[in-house]
């Protein structure tokens, strides 16, 4: 078991950057794919961005390829997530999330078994 803990959250203006981090407990963090999930309110959770438990495959939705980058140091038991040009598009509560993966170069969409406590992102037009 995993548990996860999301920082970095916070109000920023309109095309402006934040820089998101998710720590794991537990020593089989590189067992583990990583994804970031955000939710609005009244809305469902979606898939933003995920990354393979070795960290050679990313995957984003496509309304965020080149403005957010996700990243993991297996070593440290971190996952970050990379935002920049910000839009209050953007404003939401974002998770991390885990899931066991036998395979090492799927970054998954779906799956994940695993919750942080989310963190809000809240960016002001």
């Known amino acids: 078991q995993v548990q996860l803990v999301e920082s970095g959250g916070g109000l920023v203006q309109a095309g402006g950057s934040l820089r998101l981090s998710c720590a794991a407990s537990?020593?089989?963090?590189?067992?583990?794919?990583m994804g970031w999930f955000r939710q609005v309110p009244g809305k469902t959770r979606e898939f933003v961005s995920s990354i393979s438990k070795s960290g050679s495959s990313t995957d984003y939705i496509d309304s965020l390829k080149g403005r957010f980058t996700i990243s993991r140091d297996n070593a440290k038991n971190t996952v970050d997530l990379q935002m920049n040009s910000l839009s209050s598009e953007d404003t939401a509560v974002y998770y991390c999330a885990a899931r066991r993966a036998s395979i090492g170069t799927i970054a998954f969409r779906t799956g994940y078994e695993y919750w942080g406590q989310g963190t809000q992102v809240t960016v002001s037009s």
């Open positions: 537990g020593r089989t963090f590189s067992s583990y794919a």
